[in-house]
């Protein structure tokens, strides 16, 4: 069975302490779950009956390829022109409750662990007809076209629809479920789920140029950022700038998973701060 982490905001009450795990660095940071709070949400254009936590953003000395949302959506509501920007590709993965997703005039059902590929410049509109509130993840990233290769397709599935794959030699530890071929090289960024059971790890500490975000669905486990061995819990983002070392213990009792994207398969930029 499978559980994640969805935030619900509120506010802490004034008793509580202020010292948390919250970490804003050159090349890492950490939301914890506790920051997800009423007063940081945001709205959007076009938007009904709908609030949002921003995770990451492009900004100097942040997030340079993307931006990570988890979107509320209250009963009734949603759009009917959600992306405003046609250059921009997006990933919905949905935590909590249900939303009705129509892409390209087909209607799709996505419950938990629903996942939807989204290709610039296309149609789609997002409803909840239910009668509870839903969350899901909302990734976008500005899509970088290569002549004479084609913009990827539009694709709806789910989690459970998608094996797991083991890392070599971990005796499945450690898996990954891909969403997308990774010799594709129409798609420009990944968003897969990473799983660890209990005494998985990363043994070596990954440095390279892929920037990440990663979100913890289920489960708690020590994350080498930098040179730091940060705790981390499901609900806690984390953002890696390229090439910061990384590297994970899963220690917890239960499996330690996450949502995590990537930049790949296109050639590095050779200005700086030139568009992606």
């Given at each position: 069975?499978?559980?994640?982490?969805?935030?619900?905001?509120?506010?802490?009450?004034?008793?509580?302490?202020?010292?948390?795990?919250?970490?804003?660095?050159?090349?890492?940071?950490?939301?914890?779950?506790?920051?997800?709070?009423?007063?940081?949400?945001?709205?959007?254009?076009?938007?009904?009956?709908?609030?949002?936590?921003?995770?990451?953003?492009?900004?100097?000395?942040?997030?340079?390829?993307?931006?990570?949302?988890?979107?509320?959506?209250?009963?009734?509501?949603?759009?009917?022109?959600?992306?405003?920007?046609?250059?921009?590709?997006?990933?919905?993965?949905?935590?909590?409750?249900?939303?009705?997703?129509?892409?390209?005039?087909?209607?799709?059902?996505?419950?938990?662990?629903?996942?939807?590929?989204?290709?610039?410049?296309?149609?789609?509109?997002?409803?909840?007809?239910?009668g509870e509130a839903a969350r899901f993840h909302w990734i976008r990233k500005h899509y970088q076209a290569v002549d004479g290769i084609p913009?990827?397709?539009?694709?709806?599935?789910?989690?459970?629809?998608?094996?797991?794959?083991?890392?070599?030699?971990?005796?499945?530890?450690?898996?990954?479920?891909?969403?997308?071929?990774?010799?594709?090289?129409?798609?420009?960024?990944?968003?897969?789920?990473?799983?660890?059971?209990p005494g998985g790890v990363i043994p070596f500490a990954e440095t390279h140029v892929m920037e990440h975000g990663l979100y913890v669905l289920?489960?708690?486990?020590?994350?080498?950022?930098?040179?730091?061995?940060?705790?981390?819990?499901?609900?806690?983002?984390?953002?890696?700038?390229?090439?910061?070392?990384?590297?994970?213990?899963?220690?917890?009792?239960?499996?330690f998973r996450y949502l995590l994207y990537k930049d790949v398969n296109r050639h590095m930029n050779l200005l700086l701060n030139s568009p992606?």
């Amino acid at each position: 069975m499978t559980n994640y982490y969805a935030p619900h905001g509120g506010h802490p009450a004034q008793t509580e302490l202020l010292t948390d795990r919250a970490m804003f660095t050159e090349a890492y940071a950490v939301i914890p779950k506790g920051v997800y709070r009423d007063i940081v949400t945001s709205n959007l254009p076009f938007w009904d009956n709908t609030r949002l936590w921003v995770l990451a953003r492009p900004l100097s000395g942040f997030a340079e390829t993307f931006s990570q949302y988890i979107v509320e959506v209250s009963p009734g509501g949603g759009s009917d022109k959600p992306e405003l920007d046609p250059n921009a590709e997006g990933v919905l993965f949905v935590v909590e409750g249900d939303i009705t997703l129509t892409l390209q005039g087909t209607a799709h059902t996505l419950k938990p662990g629903g996942y939807a590929f989204i290709p610039p410049a296309s149609s789609w509109t997002l409803r909840n007809t239910s009668g509870e509130a839903a969350r899901f993840h909302w990734i976008r990233k500005h899509y970088q076209a290569v002549d004479g290769i084609p913009h990827p397709e539009a694709f709806v599935t789910n989690e459970q629809d998608v094996e797991a794959v083991p890392m070599p030699g971990t005796e499945g530890r450690w898996a990954t479920s891909r969403f997308v071929d990774p010799s594709d090289v129409r798609h420009d960024m990944h968003v897969n789920i990473v799983t660890f059971e209990p005494g998985g790890v990363i043994p070596f500490a990954e440095t390279h140029v892929m920037e990440h975000g990663l979100y913890v669905l289920e489960g708690k486990a020590v994350y080498r950022l930098n040179q730091d061995w940060v705790e981390v819990e499901a609900g806690d983002f984390m953002w890696l700038r390229a090439f910061c070392p990384q590297a994970c213990y899963a220690g917890g009792p239960d499996r330690f998973r996450y949502l995590l994207y990537k930049d790949v398969n296109r050639h590095m930029n050779l200005l700086l701060n030139s568009p992606r």
